[in-house]
């Protein structure tokens, strides 16, 4: 397939991130941009920007008839989804199909049998693959009260056609079933246009673990080891890691095994992501759901394997076999990343769009920055709040948490707020450093911050 000119068909660090994949392989590119977007990073770096409309999301990004119109119009070959936005929607990389448009990424068919989460289910039982104790499609709020009586609480209702932690919600006794199964209901079909939900029993103590998978168009898929990503808010990740910390080796290996057999069964294409829930108190692993595409993390990967994941993506697309087979995957040190978010610690951490004035990122041996900022930068409020990813690599989890909190004593940033001095907080606090920590680890910590700055 040919992908000689690629429309970069998203915005901020992950457009700059394609970017940069496609001139090391000498591609050209276009970056889709909406109107808060021309003077962007991407548009400056693309050998072209087209824009595809107004600011908001709705009317550019998420719109596939403006990103064809875009991409037929520039001469491009092929698209880049990058993640969110429409990076996980069929219909895209159907609509590239129809358009002779090489899709950077897996097949429609790969999408929509992961997209759907009870389909997921499904296939992953099939694979025989764990998952977690829980049921299909709970159909009205009495039939979901009968089927959590079987489950037991607390229990997660859970979006079918949900994805990047929206459309979760906690219920911890029988009192509840009823009003939040209408909420989440009516929020799952106000954000996927889908009201379908089915039900999780909920890990009280549990580490949220996934596994990076690529998978070639001639049979070959593998894994590129497991990343720790357990430090969430409201479901959302916030610092990830590479390999898993305090998880067995002898689990961390089943967990990959059992990733890769999934992907496998589906004929996967493309790079994408297995995630398994991980109870610490039993050892026990079960399967969450795939991300069909890039994640937000995958430099933490790369930092431990040195596989360029995004140049992989286009060698796949291009058809080409991987050059690399499972044993040859080697794991080197250990890497962590920050999210650097515009939000505000100090006042709930509420989103602060805004101009960056000052815009000072660490480097040195073993830093890596992600990011589409400078001085003088407007931040926009229309989307994301993601500023940058801070990456950091060293040969053992002490020495990456060390080095991460010096290059965030050496980053700055004036003229909004962000999410560095609470990082800060995390990466020194004892419990993280010992690794005792879960998925609602995160939350307290930010009770025990927010609780701090108003005293």
């Known amino acids: 397939m040919s992908v000689t000119r690629v429309l970069v068909a998203n915005r901020g660090e992950i457009a700059v991130r394609v970017i940069r994949a496609c001139q090391s392989l000498g591609i050209e590119t276009v970056a889709a941009v909406s109107d808060a977007d021309r003077e962007s990073m991407a548009a400056q770096m693309a050998n072209r920007a087209v824009c595809i409309g107004p600011a908001r999301s709705t009317d550019s990004y998420l719109k596939i008839e403006n990103l064809m119109a875009a991409a037929q119009g520039t001469g491009c070959d092929a698209l880049h989804p990058g993640y969110g936005f429409l990076s996980e929607r069929a219909a895209l990389a159907q609509a590239c199909s129809e358009n ?63 994805g990047g932690g929206r459309g979760i919600k906690l219920v911890s006794n029988a009192n509840e079933i009823d009003d939040t199964f209408r909420t989440a209901a009516a929020e799952a079909r106000a954000a996927f246009g889908n009201d379908t939900l089915y039900m999780e029993k909920y890990v009280g103590n549990a580490r949220h673990i996934e596994v990076q998978i690529l998978g070639d168009q001639h049979g070959t898929v593998i894994h590129l080891g497991e990343r720790d990503c ?61 991300n069909t595409r890039i994640q937000v993390e995958h430099p933490v990967t790369e930092m431990i394997t040195g596989v360029d994941l995004v140049a992989q993506q286009l060698h796949i697309a291009r058809g080409e076999p991987l050059p690399f087979k499972q044993s040859d995957i080697k794991f080197t040190g250990h890497a962590i990343e920050c999210r650097i978010n515009a939000e505000s610690p100090q006042h709930g951490f509420r989103p602060c769009p805004g101009r960056i004035t000052e815009w000072q990122a660490p480097e040195g041996a073993g830093i890596r920055l992600d990011t589409h900022c400078y001085p003088g930068y407007f931040v926009p409020p229309y989307y994301d709040s993601l500023l940058a990813k801070l990456i950091v690599h060293a040969g053992t989890r002490q020495d990456a948490a060390n080095l991460t909190n010096k290059a965030l004593d050496d980053f700055h940033v004036s003229g909004i707020d962000t999410l560095i001095p609470f990082l800060k907080t995390v990466i020194a606090d004892p419990e993280y450093r010992r690794g005792t920590v879960n998925t609602r680890w995160l939350e307290k910590k930010l009770e025990e911050y927010s609780a701090a700055l108003i005293s």
Do not use: W
């Open 100 to 162: 002779n448009i090489t899709f950077i990424g897996p097949s429609a068919d790969n999408i929509s049998m992961m997209g759907d989460k009870l389909e997921a289910r499904k296939i992953a039982h099939a694979a025989g693959v764990p998952l977690v104790p829980g049921s299909d499609h709970a159909k009205n709020p009495n039939e979901a009260a009968r089927l959590a009586e079987q489950i037991g609480y607390p229990l997660l209702l859970k979006a079918s056609a949900g």
């Open 230 to 290: 357990s430090l969430q808010r409201r479901h959302q990740k916030i610092i990830e890691e590479a390999p898993a910390y305090a998880v067995p080796a002898n689990v961390r290996a089943k967990i990959c095994t059992a990733a890769a057999t999934l992907a496998r069964s589906i004929g996967y294409r493309s790079a994408g992501t297995i995630e398994f829930i991980y109870d610490n108190d039993t050892a026990d692993f079960y399967f969450l759901e795939m």
